[in-house]
């Protein structure tokens, strides 16, 4: 299955931010979209970064609460992964687990067409492991 297949079935809709927004901007974008991350898009609808709870939290420990009135741009992950839609499912999964990275943007012709996340790919694949068990069974009971 390929990255475009999984976004027919999800939908292609992202939450994005600007570098600008502040941290407790992005925190209720998050809560409002139910997302764990949002992509940051610079004024040229470029990406930017990305910025996930795990980023929020992180600089909360480091910095203390003053990082909530700060920009995005201070917290967010500029070196961004990204996949396109003629990728297939199973290469990205390896990449989010060795790069332990739950959020992967899609790029089509270099624009922004959609996001995967790990819960999508997991998804996806218990959806595969299924339809296999239910060909073995149906080839068991067969024979």
Wanted: charged share 20%.
């Amino acid at each position: 299955m390929r990255i475009a297949d999984l976004l027919q079935r999800k939908g292609a809709t992202v939450a994005t931010v600007s570098p600008g927004t502040t941290v407790t901007e992005l925190l209720a974008g998050l809560a409002r979209h139910n997302v764990g991350a949002m992509v940051v898009v610079d004024a040229e609808g470029g990406i930017a970064g990305i910025v996930s709870e795990r980023d929020v939290v992180r600089r909360l420990n480091d910095h203390g609460p003053s990082i909530l009135d700060g920009p995005v741009a201070d917290i967010m992950t500029t070196l961004v992964a990204s996949c396109s839609p003629d990728d297939p499912v199973d290469q990205l999964s390896v990449v989010m687990t060795e790069r332990r990275i739950r959020h992967v943007p899609v790029l089509d012709g270099g624009r922004l067409a959609g996001i995967v996340s790990i819960g999508d790919v997991v998804k996806i694949r218990m959806e595969q492991l299924e339809q296999s068990q239910e060909q073995l069974e149906a080839y068991i009971s067969q024979g």
